[in-house]
């Protein structure tokens, strides 16, 4: 079995940044792909940004294209979702999630996603 760990969330100014990190533990090799996903009250959970764990693709929502950028850093099995220039927009809770099938790739629908962080808060503040 292989859990997920969000950790690096807070409040930030508009066109400030933060990093988030997805530790990965247990059973890691399973895991093939990491994506982050991001949620408001009464919205549907929307994908951010994912990573294929050879990284090999990345690919972004358009919406933080060219102000996100997700890495990896196998030897501590750990994704990053650096975030550069917030907006008010950004404000959700923002999950990784784990894919263990090779065939999903950087998928950005979360039914494709079988394992699940607990979520950490960003706040934008104008």
């Known amino acids: 079995q292989v859990q997920l760990a969000e950790s690096g969330g807070g409040l930030v100014q508009a066109g400030g940044s933060l990093r988030l990190s997805c530790a990965a533990s247990g059973r890691t090799l399973s895991i093939t792909t990491v994506s982050w996903f991001r949620q408001v009250s009464g919205k549907e959970r929307e994908f951010v940004a994912g990573i294929f764990w050879s990284g090999s693709s990345i690919y972004y929502a358009d919406s933080v294209k060219g102000r996100f950028t997700v890495s990896r850093d196998n030897a501590k099995n750990t994704v990053y979702l650096q975030m550069n220039s917030l907006k008010l927009e950004d404000t959700a809770v923002y999950y990784c999630?784990?894919?263990?099938?090779?065939?999903?790739?950087?998928?950005?629908?979360?039914?494709?996603?079988?394992?699940w962080g607990q979520g950490t808060q960003i706040t934008v503040s104008s």
């Open positions: 999630a784990g894919a263990t099938n090779w065939r999903v790739g950087v998928s950005d629908r979360k039914e494709n996603y079988n394992v």
